[in-house]
């Protein structure tokens, strides 16, 4: 079929290694002109300084970041989300930052017949549309759920991201605060993801991450959490939670936090705080159900984080 | 120029960023092993190693292979078969085989990682379905593959060759079996089509000379209907070949066209308001496709609802005074509900694609089809050809599941294409394509009353049955409930909503799946209710010899007799056991015929037929080895090719009681004439007397038409059509008049134990073990038995728990056209899987086998949500049961 709905001319777009570029470009989704990037020494791999810091090129693969032992050791949420995320075969070609840098994987967006936001168009289809895996937290004009990963896990680990234009950018810096339903994220034109630092790793700390699919593996996330906790002597001393799959950008789940810190891991308060989970939730239509899930998904994670 | 190694080879890299490895490999190299089906990295069939590690091709630029070393699965067996290929060999790891070679390679890796840190230990299920998951298989060979990955890994197969029990497996594990997409000729083109962008519009105006200004393109053709009407988003306007597939794409898009837009309805609930545009006017009602096996009776049309079609309604006046006076006395035996399915695509791995060629004038069209014959028939008919100068072939086939049942715009477009251009044009079509205009099962909403008389028999049933058919007509959903459960009185209404979608097609037992959905929960609910073990009820209600047997099976298994009562559990993962049945036609081809001859010593079955992953092929080489005494790798089979004896469609289940009696009359004409022509009898008290007559045969050939099946059949073994009496002959005879279909005696059939844990916390459904016994009569070959019983199983599964197209219901765009979106199980959501075989029941067919395809797939869906109503006490009923739905209605029973 022909592209439709597609504006003329699009913006150039870096390829690096083109997991997500290569099926726009293939069905006309994508038509601006291809930039290849290649890896430099301080742009892949895994950097650790004196404290124990790590600090991630942009074009470490997936499959290395999942694989590595230290890095699993240090920042435990990194490692499993990047386990759980697509296919073996794409996690061993695709790079960090194509992964936080991917676009919407929205039906309507990835249809080249259709005019979206992200598409230059006037409005989203999918609002008044077909929205089922859509977001719970309608936070902007566009209501796809952003596809990374790797971003809400860099969340709640509260990692900065380096830039070839800026550097200490947060996870919200980086993609912003979805009220631009047409971009995916907020990096500006010819700018292009280096690296992410992770700040210190804590004492003691566990974490987890689990995704709600209908399938046991490779499907995108219906909700999507990573959560972390040091828990001392029965206590969280420490939490924090991001979720996916339920808003425009990765969302940190500052109500399940308040209502756990400092507070005994017991089962009424571990069911008390995932209820919390869908503090400010704005669902859609079809969407409620995503409300369920993400209670029951952190509900499982605190679970398995608890003594 | 850059270049990369492959398989041991230097080859160029093309400068074109856009180039995918893909491309290179399979146009630039020719090695077709490696298989474009998804295109987003979903299904892995394109998976190749590159340096060692498996990545998809389709996402991979050309040029980043630059200087690294990509090995196909052609580099992988080429000398020596790896112990993976073998394993997958030997344990029937496959059907239809378009998956095979990415499972291949992959497992290859896998299991050569394995080896290297951990010797011959044996990977767990979950650590092979992890290594596995980025690849999907549409027949369900899951359950082989495991074991196959498991067993090499284990050092199993690190030994000599091996002899598989599927005839053309090596082809599939090594990557040579040639599928129509894999057909190249020289000067081949690629023929693309341009599709509507509006569900339902008037092409007022339409120019293709910019299409054929467009550098590269030698042909631009009209594809509208006379009435230049489009009635679905996808419906083809016009088509171009061009010497490649970008050229051709650049050239529709070159092509000028104005729709004037037409008022549109979009599936069941537009379509049927009183109000909703009309899809077809009645002079273009014939324009429309047909979702069913065989032809339809006439009948009423209103607006775009088409019935009801009732004639298998047995008293229907009654069953609705007995429902209503049942109704206002609170009868509490009486079950009523409302079931609603989805639409399931058949989402075979292999496109619709079809390679034609002219050469003077005779056509030779390659066609991923299921039907050899009957598509040269057409053909000829549509062109005015004779039936000697087209020739279709299709030696392999990515599967079909019913959608490449008939002559396929894809094929016509190829042939039209070919014969403008004067040369060889493919059309092959995208996933998109694939997953939205080639056909699907209806979703469909069911309305269900079913009432027990006071001594426990079953009273009244009745059944209306909507299905969303879009463009087409001809669904048979209630009025299969005739045919099971026999009841005083039946009112079974089936009502097609015509609207602006693509057309459905037939799907592997045709309206059974959905039936079973709704009768066979409804079933289930009358045994809760009537306080009846729910294999016991059906057992009293069903009086069909080879399903008592199965009931007698079923009630027997360990899983069925622990299972816990009806919402006995309260944490958060709950186990349930579910059952439910089965049954579809037993259908043959009058006028098939097969040839068996002696050439050069060796023996040779010949019909045209083909195999789509069904087996048969191996059901064809296991009967006439075993006549002979051979071994089946001593025989040859020739198939997949019109010019051969006129042999069965594979639809229908209908193939191996179509061929094997024949072939079995032929057979014995065979041995008379080699017994005659031997001039030296054998050795008395040979091993393989036949071998050596074989080996002293002059060449001999014997082809014998389908028999008659023989009248006397076991007690209680009926067409399933005499209930219906004088209606069901006219049906029957309509069949074999209109559809050359013969229905009959005796029914296949299936009932299945099926046991899940449901996390009521996510909405997640996992399918622990799937028990299916199925009565079919005797197993030619049954290692492909169990692979099509076991596929069958999965593809219940997906239909049970994930399937389901998703559209705009504004535009009509079909959203879910990739495979992303549309969801079909992985290998990880295999259950553990057990095949119970019963083989009587079909003494009266000649062989006395009968096809499986069908039936194994009919009780699943209704077995998995039974066994959720046992786990939870929620009975669930609308398909696919999603983790949305799941909560939902766990919510609402928690509120209750």
Redesign the interface.
Known sequence: ????AVTAMQPSEF?A???DL??R????VSTGP?I?ISAASDTIGMHWDADGRARLGAFTTIAAIASDVRLAAAYPGIAVSAQGL?????R??ATLGGNLAQRS?C??F??P??ACLKKGGSDC?AR???H??HVAFDLGPCVAPHPSTMAAALLAYEATVTTNQRSSLTIGDLLGDGSNGGADNALQPGEMIKSVELPSPLQGERALYKR?????????P?VEVCARAVVKDGTFQFVRLAAGGIAPVPLRLHAVEAALQDRKATAAALANAAGQATSGAKPLPMTG??L??L???V??LLEGLAP | MSTMTINGRLAPLPDDPDALLVDVVRDALDLTGTKLVCGAGVCGACTVLVDGAPAVSCLMPARSAANRNVTTVEGIGAAKLHPVQKAFMAHDALQCGFCTPGFIVEAVAFHDRWRATKGTAVPSREEIGGALSGHLCRCGAYDGIFRAVADACAGRFDGSDILPPRMEARDKVTGSAKYTVDIHHDGQLEGVILRSPFAHARINELDLAPARAVAGVSAAIPLLGDDRIVRYVGEPIAAVAARDRRTALAAIAAIKFKGEPLPSAVGLDEARKADAPVVFEKSARKKAGNVSEGGGAPAAWKGNVRGPSAAFSKKPKKVRSWVDGARAANNPLLVEGIFRTGTQQHACLEPHAAVARFDGDRLTVHVSTQAVFHVMEMIAKRYKFGHDKVRVIADHVGGGFGSKASLGVETTTAIELAREAKAPVRVAYDRHEELSVTGYRPATEMKIALLPSEQGELKALSLTAYADTGAATNSTIAALARLIYPAEAKELADFDVISNLPAGAPFRGPGGPPMAFALEQAIDEAALRMKLDPIALRKRWDPDPNRQRLYDWASSLDVWRNRKPVAAQSGRYRRGVGVATGYWLYLWQPGSKVEVAVKGGRLVASTATQDIGTGTRTVIANTLAREFGLEPHEVEVRIGDSRLPEGPGSGGSRVTASVIPPMLLAIEQLKTAIQQSTKRQPVPGSNAPWREMLAASPDLAVSSVRPEDSRRMAPGIESPLKQVGLLGWIFGWMMRRFSNLAIGAGVPSSVQVVEVEVDTWLGHVRVVSVHTGIAVGKVVAPALAHSQAAGAVIQGIGYALYEAREVDSRTGDVLSGGMEDYRIPGIADTPMIDVHFDQGGFDHVLGGSVGIGEVATVPTSPAVANAICNATGVRLTELPLRPDRLVAALKGRAAA
Request: no cysteine.
């Open positions: 079929m022909t592209p439709t390829r290694a083109g997991t290569s099926e470009r293939r069905s006309g291809l290849d697509a296919t073996p075969q794409i061993h070609l994987r039906w309507y990835r249809n017949h259709i289809p008044s549309g077909n089922l895996y709600a699919i209908s399938r046991t593996h490779a499907e995108w219906l159900y995503k369920d899930l209670k029951g998904v509900h499982d």
